[in-house]
T-cell receptor
Framework: GESVGLHLPTLSVQEGDNSIINCAYSNSASDYFIWYKQESGKGPQFIIDIRSNMDKRQGQRVTVLLNKTVKHLSLQIAATQPGDSAVYFCAENRGDTGRRALTFGSGTRLQVQP | SQTIHQWPATLVQPVGSPLSLECTVEGTSNPNLYWYRQAAGRGLQLLFYSVGIGQISSEVPQNLSASRPQDRQFILSSKKLLLSDSGFYLC???????????FGQGTRLTVV
């Protein structure tokens, strides 16, 4: 179901360390996944995406890993910076016929300590 | 380039009053349009999505309704607001097929 009613878990890391944010999805029919970053009071912003025919995709300082066997998605941020502090959401497109809306995970708050 | 506009940014409304939030997209045709709600410190809940003019799908039963009178216009409404309607409302769009969704800046609604 939709991800509401859950308080956001928090990941606290030191500046310069690598961060790993995890996400589990439930629908094996999902074929497209996205990570979003949301800063306070703003709309989510696209970070990186991956399709189900891939296991890994890299961007600038970010890597997304997809494990379809256990329905798990992770976002790795290298050399985390204070500007990375935000809430991170994974989203899946379930690929159902006629329903192309993204379904979001519950989110993780990343706090970067200077 | 494509842009999405959502207004107002903040809104304080009394219980029982009507609501109308508007979202428009520029620079694209026939987008999929979405309304999400986010309670404080929580995830995003899909409320409505639309794949075309006049085509609205509701995801959860609620006190709200949506309309799409034009291709790039999506409106979220209520006849009588409840306290539980308070939240951060986000409009989003994406293209046909598997593509990322782009979000507006959101409307923070407080029902008092």
């Amino acid at each position: 179901g939709e991800s509401v009613g859950l308080h956001l878990p928090t990941l606290s890391v030191q500046e310069g360390d690598n961060s790993i944010i995890n996400c589990a999805y439930s629908n094996s029919a999902s074929d497209y996944f996205i990570w979003y970053k949301q800063e306070s009071g703003k709309g989510p912003q696209f970070i990186i995406d991956i399709r189900s025919n891939m296991d890994k995709r890299q961007g600038q300082r970010v890597t997304v890993l997809l494990n379809k066997t256990v329905k798990h998605l992770s976002l790795q941020i290298a050399a985390t910076q204070p500007g990375d502090s935000a809430v991170y959401f994974c989203a899946e497109n379930r690929g159902d016929t006629g329903r192309r809306a993204l379904t979001f995970g519950s989110g993780t708050r990343l706090q970067v300590q200077p | 380039s494509q842009t999405i506009h959502q207004w107002p940014a903040t809104l304080v409304q009394p219980v029982g009053s009507p609501l109308s939030l508007e979202c428009t997209v520029e620079g694209t045709s026939n987008p999929n349009l979405y309304w999400y709600r986010q309670a404080a410190g929580r995830g995003l809940q899909l409320l409505f999505y639309s794949v075309g003019i006049g085509q609205i799908s509701s995801e959860v039963p609620q006190n709200l309704s949506a309309s799409r009178p034009q291709d790039r216009q999506f409106i979220l409404s209520s006849k009588k607001l409840l306290l539980s309607d308070s939240g951060f409302y986000l409009c989003a769009w994406n293209g046909q097929g598997n593509t990322e969704a782009f979000f507006g800046q959101g409307t923070r609604l407080t029902v008092v």
